[in-house]
């Protein structure tokens, strides 16, 4: 059984960081295309990075490209994503999400498995 479980939101202030956790249970993280997502109120789910599966690619959302960045652990089977230089547009919750049969983590948001979700606010 698939399961995704998100961790290390909070309050931070503009410029500051935060690494949130995605532990993962049921596949290995190689298998799958994994990534992140976000969703402001009032506003679309959007993809903010990811990485496909079986050696595929790693994407950044032009908005995240140079203070996000998306690794993983395969010894704790965990995926995670370190933000810097936060900025108050950066507020949402986070989700994590994977799927098994998308070769390019790119092509969609409609994952298969996810997470619950995590608050992250920027602000002063």
């Known amino acids: 059984q698939v399961q995704l479980v998100e961790s290390g939101g909070g309050l931070v202030q503009p410029g500051g960081s935060l690494r949130l956790s995605c532990a993962v249970s049921g596949f290995t993280l190689d298998d799958y295309s994994i990534g992140w997502f976000r969703q402001a109120p009032g506003k679309e789910r959007e993809r903010v990075s990811c990485i496909s599966s079986r050696g595929g690619g790693t994407y950044y959302a032009d908005s995240v490209k140079g203070r996000f960045t998306i690794s993983r652990d395969y010894a704790k089977n965990t995926l995670y994503l370190q933000m810097n230089s936060l900025k108050p547009e950066d507020t949402a919750v986070y989700y994590c999400?994977?799927?098994?049969?998308?070769?390019?983590?790119?092509?969609?948001?409609?994952?298969?498995?996810w997470g619950q979700g995590t608050q992250v606010t920027v602000s002063s």
């Open positions: 999400a994977t799927d098994e049969y998308l070769a390019s983590c790119w092509a969609t948001v409609d994952y298969d498995f």
